[in-house]
């Protein structure tokens, strides 16, 4: 035991429930015998709080992506690994064809209701290794990792493109369907 110190420990509540707490450890004396009065507060709100301040930090609050700052960060390091891997990486950026005519045209609800399907689609494309972003409006970015080949690229860009060109993202009226732009670059 460390006495005089203070840390975070996991700990069970009487309802079963996880959660953390702030043990400070320190030495008393108790019916004059030396002790050790170990305290513990409660903090699983405030850590809970934290969780979330970091997780809107770094994440669309619309579609649940990670937004500009988190995939800067994800690049940073692919390319890093990349360099060291000796691997490819492809940055693919999407962006919605007509957006604000969608939007001013129907409403903020349907344009909020179709980005996030095209998050969801975009996600869809890709693996779990891979990252999509939400860059702000109508943009996403796709950060392809360990690309060993070029038709790897060239098969999730025709996901993409299987995805958003001619079909109906989000079913707004008969006559009118979504489509996308993309671009891609390679390192």
Sequence with gaps: MLIGCQREVNIICADGSQGKAEARISETVWNDSPSTLILLNDISERKAAQNEIEHISYHDALTGLPNRLLFSDRVKHAVARAKRDKTM???????????????????CAVGDELLRQVASRLSD?????DTVARMGGDEYAILLESVKHLDHVKAVSEKIET???????????????VCASAAVSFQ
């Design 163 to 177: 995805t958003s060109s001619g079909s109906s993202i989000y079913p707004i009226t008969n006559s009118t369907s």
């Design 89 to 107: 990486l492809a940055l693919l950026f999407v962006d919605i064809d007509d957006f604000k005519v969608i939007n001013d045209t129907l409403g």
């Design 125 to 129: 494309c890709v693996r779990e290794e």
